[in-house]
């Protein structure tokens, strides 16, 4: 059986402990020190940490023993970090061929003939991306290149930080030396079960397409056709999310106070909010979550008529339910709130008791003008002034009718 071979170039762009970076980027003076990102565990850390072999996922208790006072611990600030990410794909978007993000801090970038179109041989091409995207983003990356995107991917625990790998062929004796976990979408329970016949990427691909056809799933035959230079695996864009939620824990202050937890709340909501008139979504449902001290979970959920983006109609779903399911006599750990049942936020017909489509439109304007304020000036306190603005403009409007 034939196959058309890859004559594309794809490079695998993977920031350099990202979370950590992202701190070290927000206050430079933590460069040069063990710097860990956390949430109950090590989330991530920079590479000085790492040389003391802490990595993610390390137990806190476990990395302050080794660290001792020299340890600086920050707390996630994930809105921050997707700024950052932003940032970078929307520079390789302008500098690439095509970007098609894997995650938050990786995206496989298609290279082909960019290094030709410089006068650059390809090493010097990417180092100099490298170079330009620490200059420009201000965030140390890693490079891998290869003729398929799961090659390119399959090298990305070679030497890093800030590190160049390319690989265009096939070089058997580094396929050997490469374990088939390092394989993306291979998991653990298929190399257990394929550990008598093969246990790294050349006995892999020494099965053959047939054999893998017949007795593993299709994902592996896309994997082995990548490995053998045929481009058969897209990165799946991005569908519209079922639900998006923000929650806040407050283990440490496990309490009872109404006032607490209800601003507790708005924090989530104004958080929320934001995300929710970015991705220009609309929601049929609000959910509301709470954490009890004895881990028990429990929520109220408000579902509507129509669908809506209209952030007083949101929020006071959320009061009403928040008033509605507040117990005195609980002691809360944490609290969400859900907005489930999304569509885009397009044109539809208007339900009997919905907003006119014009006021929908001017209230959208106005929820994406206070988002770009708060983005502008690093904070959501706008959020809190919210309704009186549209309290103010609302009358406005009235006034000029």
């Known amino acids: 059986m034939k196959f058309k071979k890859s004559n594309k170039l794809f490079a695998h762009i993977d920031c350099d402990s990202f979370f950590a970076e992202c701190e070290i980027l927000r206050n430079p003076s933590l460069k040069n020190k063990y710097v860990l990102v956390w949430k109950e565990i090590v989330l991530a850390c920079n590479y000085k940490t790492k040389s003391l072999w802490i990595k993610t996922w390390t137990p806190v208790w476990q990395a302050k023993e080794i660290l001792k006072s020299w340890a600086i611990f920050l707390d996630s600030d994930h809105d921050y970090y997707s700024i950052v990410s932003s940032r970078l794909m929307t520079y390789l978007e ?33 180092k100099k991306l490298q170079q330009d995207i620490k200059k420009y983003i201000w965030i140390p990356v890693s490079i891998w290149v290869s003729n398929t995107r799961i090659k390119s991917k399959i090298f990305s625990e070679i030497n890093k930080p800030n590190w160049i790998f390319i690989e265009i ?28 016949k093969c246990d790294n990427i050349y006995d892999f691909l020494s099965l053959g397409f047939w054999y893998i056809k017949n007795n593993l799933w299709k994902t592996y035959c896309d994997l082995w056709l990548e490995l053998n230079w045929v481009n058969s695996y897209v990165v799946k864009k991005n569908k519209i999310s079922k639900s998006i939620s923000r929650w806040r824990s407050f283990n440490k202050n496990i309490t009872s106070d109404k006032d607490f937890l209800y601003k507790q709340l708005i924090l989530n909501f104004n958080y929320l909010f934001e995300e929710f008139i970015i991705k220009e979504y609309e929601t049929k449902k609000v959910i509301l979550f709470y954490r009890y001290l ?22 006071e779903i959320v009061k009403q339910l928040f008033y509605f399911s507040y117990n005195n006599s609980n002691l809360y750990r944490s609290t969400w709130i859900i907005f489930s049942d999304l569509k885009n936020n397009s044109f539809h017909q208007i339900q009997l008791f919905e907003n006119y489509k014009n006021e929908n439109n001017m209230n959208n304007w106005l929820y994406t003008l206070v988002n770009s304020i708060n983005k502008k000036y690093n904070s959501h306190k706008i959020c809190f002034w919210m309704d009186l603005i549209w309290k103010w403009f609302s009358s406005k409007l009235w006034i000029r009718k």
């Open 294 to 315: 004895d881990k028990k979970t429990y929520f109220f959920e408000k579902k509507l008529s129509y669908h809506t983006s209209d952030r007083r109609i949101l929020l």
């Open 169 to 196: 062929g096939t070089n058997n004796d580094l396929y050997k030396s490469l374990s088939l976990s390092k394989v993306p979408f291979i998991w653990k329970s298929s190399v257990q079960k394929l550990k008598f």
């Open 94 to 126: 302008e500098n690439l061929i095509s970007v098609e993000p894997f995650s938050i801090d990786e995206a496989f970038c298609e290279i082909t003939w960019l290094s030709e179109l410089s006068w650059l041989t390809l090493d010097k091409y990417i």
